[in-house]
């Protein structure tokens, strides 16, 4: 079983929709979550923490469920430019590198 | 935010010869630089932890002596994959943690841009 799971999609959804994804994490031992983005063929970036009582920022929102052991990302009112490649991201007690789900890829489109 | 900068952005070479990549962190030092490959519609696999001033820890099934890493510096980390073959194409990212920012175990991470080796 992997760390951590994504469904890879993709999710193709139209402008203006709302979207969810939902990525699950195998050790309760995870200390830190985070959401990434990732364009084809460049490096990840951080497009948000997750605090345990959720956050959101603009039009994103994360959640994170420890008793369940998941984590979630809300879009709403998708743009073309919110096209990419997801990453939900754990790192764990003791280790400071992080662990990378493979990844869930969203295609908005008009 | 954090800039990290890897070079090359992309490379090819033929099969037996070596790649250094370097990765920099540009506006902060880092006791701590993580390499990673991502081979196409795949995640991110970590390959090593590199520790300024000691030896790199490497991930279980990552050759230690075709995956050369030397973090000489706050601010530089290098790998090198020696006598590099076809199966080792693949796009190679450093990241870096700023302990400046927040502490804790497992922080923010910056990315480099990734460095894409196609050998052939």
């Known amino acids: 079983r992997k760390e951590v799971e994504q469904d890879p999609g993709p999710f193709n959804v139209p402008e203006g929709a709302t979207v969810a994804f939902n990525c699950t994490y195998s050790?309760?031992?995870?200390?830190?979550f985070f959401w990434y983005r990732q364009d084809c063929r460049k490096e990840p970036k951080l497009l948000m923490s997750?605090?345990?009582s959720g956050n959101e920022d603009g039009r994103f929102t994360a959640q994170l469920n420890r008793a369940s052991q998941y984590i979630s990302l809300l879009i709403r009112d998708s743009k073309l430019s919110d096209s990419a490649t997801y990453l939900c991201?754990?790192?764990?007690?003791?280790?400071?590198?992080?662990?990378f789900g493979s990844g869930t890829r969203l295609q908005v489109q008009p | 935010g954090a800039v990290v900068s890897q070079h090359p952005s992309w490379v090819i070479c033929k099969s037996g010869t070596s790649v250094k990549i370097e990765c920099r962190s540009l506006d902060f030092q880092a006791t701590t630089m993580f390499w990673y490959r991502q081979f196409p519609k795949q995640s991110l696999m970590l390959m090593a932890t590199?520790?300024?001033?000691?030896?790199?820890?490497?991930e279980q099934g990552v050759e230690k002596d075709k995956f050369l890493i030397n973090h000489a510096s706050l601010t530089l980390s290098t790998l090198t994959v020696t006598s590099a073959h076809p199966e080792d194409s693949s796009f190679y990212i450093c990241?870096?943690?700023?302990?400046?920012?927040?502490?804790?175990?497992?922080?923010?991470?910056?990315f480099g841009p990734g460095t894409r080796l196609t050998v052939l």
């Open positions: 590199s520790n300024e001033g000691s030896k790199a820890t490497y």
């Open positions: 991201v754990v790192g764990y007690t003791g280790r400071r590198a992080l662990t």
């Open positions: 050790n309760s031992a995870s200390q830190s």
């Open positions: 997750v605090y345990s």
């Open positions: 990241s870096a943690r700023n302990p400046g920012l927040a502490g804790g175990l497992s922080d923010t991470q910056y």
